[in-house]
C-alpha cells in the first residue's frame, strides 16, 4: 500500500524544508508539494511535527552471553523498543568468545535474529582471537555483507586479543576496506587495579570505576590509534566516555589516523555517583568504561555538537537486578551494561536539541546519517531522498512524558534512566513504508526486520 506523509517539516543532517513525501514499495519514490493520495494510500498527517530520517543505533548487544551470565532482550523485544524510540536500525556487536569459533558464532548470531526483528539490522563481527582459520572465516564473513569487525582490548581472557592479533585483523581490514571499531581499555591495567582493589577489602560497585580510570581508556584509545596509524586500518572508537580519551583520539586525527569515535547516551547523561549508590542501585549503573565524573558529560556534549564526537549510540545492554547482584559480593563479577535502545533519541533530543547544546542537524547527523556513512548503509538508510528506504520518524517535539520501568518494551526490570522527563518522542515510525509505530505503541509486523548486507568503505 502507498504512504503519503503530509506536511511535515523534513529534517536531514544538512536540509529543513516543509514538504509531503510519498512512499511505494518501501521506497521514498517522491518528495514535493501538495500531493493527492490515490484512494489506496495510507495517510499520515505530519503537521506541526518533524519528519526525520529513521535513527541508527551503531552499537547495541542483544544476544550476548558475558559474565557468567546472557544479556535480556530477544530480537523481538529490542527491536520492538528501538522501534518505539524512533530507531528503525541497529548494528548488534556479534561476539563469539576467544573459546568460541568465529564462524560458527556468526551463524549462531545470524540465526537469532533472523525472522525475529522488527526493524532493520545488521553487525559488527567481533574478532576475539586470531588463529590458522581467522582469515578464511573474516573473509567469508564480509564476503557475506558484514564489513565492519569489532576488536576489545579490555575484557582479558574472554573477548580480549593480544597485540599480535590487533595488528594482523587492522592489517585484513585495510586488505579488505573493512572499519574495525574498537573497545578502548588497557585490559592488563585494568586486570592488575581490580586485584589491587579487592585485596584491600574495596568489593562494592563504586570501586568499578576507580578500577578503570581515565587513563586506562585514554592508554587504551592512544594504543589503538597507533596501532590504526601503523597499519593504515580505518578504526572507530566505541562508547568514548571521558577528556582524555577524547584528546587521545583527537590528537590521532590530527596527525592523519583515519579515526572516527562514539560516545553512548549513558556517558553523556550519567555519572559516576550512579554507579556510587548503595547495593544494587549501584550496580544496575556499572558498565565499561565506567560512568565518569560529571564535568565529562559537557566535554562530550561540546564535542557532539562541533562533530568531534561522530555518532551517538547507546550500548544497549541490559541485565536485570537479579543478574547484576551475581556481583555482590565483587564489583568485578557485575555483568557491566546499560540498555537504551529505547531512550536513546528521545533522551538525545531532550538533552540536546531541547536544551540547545546539539543543533538539529547534528542530532540527526550523529544519530542516524553519520553511521550510515560510516558503516555503508547510506543512502538507502540515514537520509529523507528519492530512491532511499521509507525509515521514517515522525517526531512530535511537545510530547511530554518521563522515563520508567514500568512502562519501557526492553525486556528488563529496571530503567537506568528513571524518572528522565523528556520533551519529544515520535508519533509515528515506519519500516521501509511499513507504519509500525503509532503514538508510543507496536502496531506493526515483529519479523519486519531484514539483515542488511552491506559493501566494505574504506580503502
Ligand atoms: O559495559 C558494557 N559496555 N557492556 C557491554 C560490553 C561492551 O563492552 O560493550
Ligand atoms: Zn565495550
Ligand atoms: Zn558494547
Known amino acids: 500500500m502507498p504512504l503519503l506523509i503530509r506536511d511535515g517539516e523534513i529534517v536531514t543532517a544538512d536540509a529543513r524544508y516543509h514538504a509531503d513525501i510519498y512512499v511505494e514499495s518501501e521506497t521514498i519514490t517522491r518528495i514535493g508539494e501538495n500531493f493527492e493520495a490515490p484512494p489506496e494510500a495510507e495517510v499520515i498527517d505530519a503537521s506541526g511535527k518533524y519528519v526525520f530520517p529513521g535513527f541508527i543505533d551503531p552499537h547495541v548487544h542483544i544476544y550476548l552471553p558475558f559474565m557468567a551470565t546472557f544479556a535480556k532482550d530477544t530480537h523481538e523485544t529490542a527491536s520492538i523498543a528501538a522501534l518505539i524510540g524512533g530507531t528503525t536500525t541497529y548494528i548488534e556487536m556479534c561476539c563469539p568468545s576467544r573459546l568460541d569459533d568465529a564462524l560458527e558464532g556468526y551463524h549462531l548470531w545470524r540465526s537469532k535474529a533472523e525472522g525475529n526483528s522488527a526493524c532493520d539490522y545488521t553487525f559488527h563481527m567481533a574478532v ?13 564473513i564480509v564476503r557475506d555483507g558484514v564489513t565492519s569487525f569489532k576488536v576489545f582490548l579490555a575484557y582479558k581472557n574472554f573477548f580480549g586479543i593480544d597485540d599480535g592479533e590487533l595488528y594482523r585483523t587492522l592489517t585484513l581490514a585495510r586488505k579488505l576496506g573493512v572499519i574495525v571499531t574498537a573497545h578502548c581499555e588497557n ?3 585494568v586486570a592488575q587495579l581490580q586485584q589491587d582493589l579487592l585485596s584491600a577489602g574495596k568489593t562494592g560497585p563504586e570501586w568499578h570505576e576507580p578500577s578503570r580510570p581515565e587513563s586506562v581508556e585514554a592508554e587504551g584509545t592512544h594504543h589503538f590509534a597507533t596501532f590504526l596509524e601503523n597499519t593504515g586500518a580505518t578504526g572507530y572508537v566505541v562508547h568514548l566516555s571521558c577528556e582524555s580519551a577524547l584528546k587521545a583520539a583527537l590528537a590521532a586525527k590530527e596527525r592523519g589516523v583515519k579515526i572516527s569515535i562514539e560516545s553512548v547516551i549513558p556517558h553523556f547523561l550519567l555519572d559516576k555517583t550512579h554507579a556510587e ?9 556499572v558498565m565499561s568504561p565506567p560512568l565518569r565524573e560529571k564535568r565529562n558529560q559537557g566535554v562530550l556534549w561540546n564535542a557532539l555538537n562541533a562533530g568531534l564526537i561522530d555518532t551517538a549510540g547507546t550500548d544497549h545492554c541490559p541485565f536485570d537486578t537479579e543478574q547484576k547482584l551475581l556481583g555482590r559480593d565483587s564489583f568485578t563479577q557485575i555483568p557491566n551494561g546499560i540498555p537504551g535502545i529505547e531512550e536513546r533519541v528521545n533522551l538525545l533530543f531532550t538533552y540536546g536539541v531541547q536544551r540547545g547544546k546539539l543543533d538539529l542537524h547534528r542530532f540527526v547527523e550523529a544519530a542516524s546519517t553519520r553511521a550510515a556513512k560510516l558503516f555503508g548503509l547510506f543512502p538507502a538508510k540515514g537520509t529523507i531522498a528519492v530512491g532511499s528506504d521509507a525509515d521514517l520518524v515522525i517526531y512530535d517535539p511537545s510530547y511530554r512524558g518521563v522515563l520508567s520501568a514500568a512502562t519501557q518494551h526492553v525486556n528488563n526490570d529496571y530503567n537506568g534512566f528513571e524518572c528522565f522527563p523528556i520533551e519529544g518522542r515520535p508519533s509515528a515510525v515506519t519500516v521501509r513504508g511499513k507504519v509500525q509505530v503509532r503514538d508510543g505503541a507496536f502496531v506493526g509486523e515483529r519479523a519486519r526486520g531484514r539483515f542488511l548486507r552491506r559493501e ?4
Open 128 to 140: 576475539s582471537k586470531y588463529i590458522g582459520e581467522t582469515e578464511k572465516q573474516l573473509r567469508e
Open 187 to 189: 585490559a592488563e591495567l
Open 277 to 285: 549508590r548503595p547495593g544494587v542501585e549501584g550496580m544496575k549503573h
Open 456 to 459: 566494505p568503505a574504506h580503502f
